[in-house]
């Protein structure tokens, strides 16, 4: 798999349910951001992970990092229509200024 | 909240034309990026700016590509003579550290080149 690739593509839940996303990377890593976009519009930073970090959370947003297993999750609890958007992993290494993006899963939330 | 401003939303140019698409970072932050993202695809990094210079580029920010900040407000990105392939959403994103800590994206120009 190519760095910075999430599944699954798609997701639809009801509101109220949790949303759970991965993300998988090939190499290592310095950090891991989860990014959201809607659609057509830019793309909001929600949470960083170090990589000596194992978890953190953020209101609803609950992020795990397994640098074992290269790979990340972003859980949403209690999902609401709001929440509908793309959601992207991306990863910086050794001394890049540079993110590296996922390919994004597209979460829709149904009401 | 403070907001990274970039304009045009929309841009349609000829093949071969130039544009430059403009962006206003947030007003405390140093470090300023450029990225695209072809439609259906990844974002990806085009450059990264600063104390007036790129600190690094990607390998699609060949030649026809040029950034500047001209005033200490704007940052601006130029394609020199456009391909088809140019078209994509240009974002624009600025931080107050290293922008491995977290970035603040602007909405994007849509860059459409016929």
């Known amino acids: 798999s190519q760095q910075g690739e999430e599944d699954p593509q798609a997701l639809s839940i009801q509101e109220g349910e949790n949303a759970t996303m991965n993300c998988s990377y090939k190499t290592s890593i310095n950090n891991l951001q989860w990014y959201r976009q809607n659609s057509g519009r830019g793309l909001v930073h929600l949470i960083l992970?170090?990589?000596?970090?194992r978890e953190k959370h953020s209101g609803r947003l609950r992020v795990t990092l397994d640098t074992s297993k290269k790979s990340s999750s972003l859980l949403i609890t209690a999902s609401r229509a709001a929440d509908t958007a793309s959601y992207f992993c991306a990863t910086d290494a050794g001394g890049n200024e540079k993110l590296t993006f996922g390919t994004g899963t597209r979460l829709t939330i149904i009401p | 909240e403070p907001e990274v401003t970039q304009t045009p939303s929309h841009q349609v140019t000829q093949m071969g034309q130039e544009v430059i698409l403009r962006c206003v970072p947030i007003s405390n932050h140093l470090y300023f990026y450029w990225y695209r993202q072809i439609l259906g695809q990844k974002v990806e990094f085009l450059v990264s700016f600063y104390n007036n210079e790129i600190s690094e580029k990607s390998e699609i920010f060949d030649d026809q590509f040029s950034v500047e900040r001209p005033d200490g407000s704007n940052f601006t990105l130029k394609i020199r003579s456009t391909k088809l392939e140019d078209s994509a959403m240009y974002f624009c994103?600025?931080?107050?550290?290293?922008?491995?800590?977290?970035?603040?994206f602007g909405s994007g120009t849509r860059l459409t080149v016929v």
């Open positions: 992970i170090r990589s000596n970090e």
């Open positions: 994103a600025s931080s107050v550290l290293s922008g491995r800590r977290g970035y603040t």
